[in-house]
């Protein structure tokens, strides 16, 4: 059985970014239930040399829009990062998703050999599609979708594994 570039990134990070989104609700209804403001949750970090919680959904964001965009060999898309609130937050996610969803499988034809370059400060990544999905945005979207979830589960958000994975 083979799976397409396509099935391998959309759906998966549509998925999980629909946690993310479920996520921040409950962590705006323990901040209410503990009768404080939930934006102090978008500041919080696991350790001083982390990004807070708002980078990380930033990031896991970011990831996911520009797989889909280098995979399909179009522009991606520019959002501010500028959210300060748990809503800000879930819009940017809301943003991130209908981008990927205007996305189709026949844009993915080929992208597993697609070159794609770019730099990061020291230096410039060079992959084939199927790399750049398996061993960068994979383990990046995750690291920070984790460190997200962590966050707020370290904050008292009442999450489990079930919330992580999606299953609710």
Same mark, same amino acid.
């Given at each position: *059985? %083979?799976?397409? *570039? &396509?099935?391998? %990134? #959309?759906?998966?990070?549509?998925?999980?970014?629909?946690?993310?989104?479920?996520?921040?609700?409950?962590?705006?209804?323990?901040?209410?239930?503990?009768?404080?403001?939930?934006? #102090?949750?978008?500041?919080?970090?696991?350790? !001083?040399?982390?990004?807070?919680? /708002?980078?990380?959904?930033?990031?896991?964001?970011? *990831?996911?829009?520009?797989?889909?965009?280098?995979? /399909?060999? #179009?522009?991606?898309?520019?959002?501010?990062?500028?959210?300060?609130?748990?809503?800000?937050?879930?819009?940017?996610?809301?943003?991130?998703?209908?981008?990927?969803?205007? $996305?189709? !499988?026949?844009?993915?034809?080929?992208?597993?050999? =697609?070159?794609?370059? &770019? %730099? #990061?400060?020291?230096?410039?990544? @060079?992959?084939?599609?199927?790399?750049?999905?398996? /061993?960068?945005?994979? !383990? @990046?979207?995750?690291?920070?979708?984790?460190?997200?979830?962590?966050?707020? =589960?370290?904050?008292?958000?009442?999450?489990?594994?079930?919330? &992580? $994975?999606?299953?609710?």
């Amino acid at each position: *059985m %083979s799976i397409s *570039m &396509y099935e391998a %990134s #959309i759906p998966l990070f549509l998925h999980h970014l629909d946690s993310l989104d479920k996520l921040l609700d409950k962590a705006a209804e323990s901040a209410a239930a503990r009768n404080f403001d939930s934006s #102090i949750l978008c500041s919080a970090r696991l350790a !001083p040399d982390m990004f807070p919680l /708002t980078r990380q959904v930033q990031i896991a964001c970011d *990831m996911a829009k520009a797989c889909g965009a280098r995979l /399909t060999g #179009i522009e991606i898309p520019k959002f501010e990062d500028s959210e300060s609130s748990l809503p800000e937050l879930k819009a940017r996610i809301a943003k991130t998703a209908d981008f990927l969803r205007s $996305l189709n !499988p026949e844009q993915f034809v080929g992208a597993e050999d =697609r070159q794609i370059s &770019y %730099s #990061i400060p020291g230096r410039t990544l @060079n992959f084939t599609g199927k790399a750049y999905l398996i /061993t960068w945005v994979w !383990p @990046n979207f995750y690291f920070h979708y984790t460190t997200a979830y962590a966050l707020l =589960r370290h904050n008292g958000v009442g999450l489990g594994k079930l919330d &992580y $994975l999606g299953a609710n």
